[in-house]
């Protein structure tokens, strides 16, 4: 395993960060999305978007909510994952090349 110094040491503690606080906040709407929105659409409250919920389960939401699981889903995971792909490009392959691994 190559040591992590300097700026590789803060790039990837920096991922791991926002890998983490992506998939928790994921997690957590797919969660509260299955156990709190309805099943069919509420057009008095607002809730007439469908969404995927855990277990693939389709519920109905506002606007915001949409809006918010769409965020998440596209914009944030596209960001984790070019991280990720700059992460191995830039530090890590570089880092084996040094030391003689690759």
Do not use: D
Request: proline share 6%.
């Amino acid at each position: 395993m190559i040591p992590l110094k300097g700026i590789r040491r803060t790039a990837s503690i920096l991922l791991l960060v926002v890998a983490s606080i992506t998939f928790g906040a994921r997690i957590c709407t797919v969660l509260y999305f299955w156990g709190w929105m309805p099943r069919s659409p509420q057009p008095q409250t607002g809730r007439i978007y469908p969404a995927t919920a855990a277990y693939n389960t389709l519920v109905y939401v506002t606007a915001g909510q949409l809006r918010w699981e769409n965020f998440l889903e596209h914009y944030m995971m596209t960001i984790v994952g070019v991280g990720v792909v700059l992460f191995v490009i830039f530090i890590l392959l570089p880092a084996a090349r040094r030391a003689g691994q690759w």
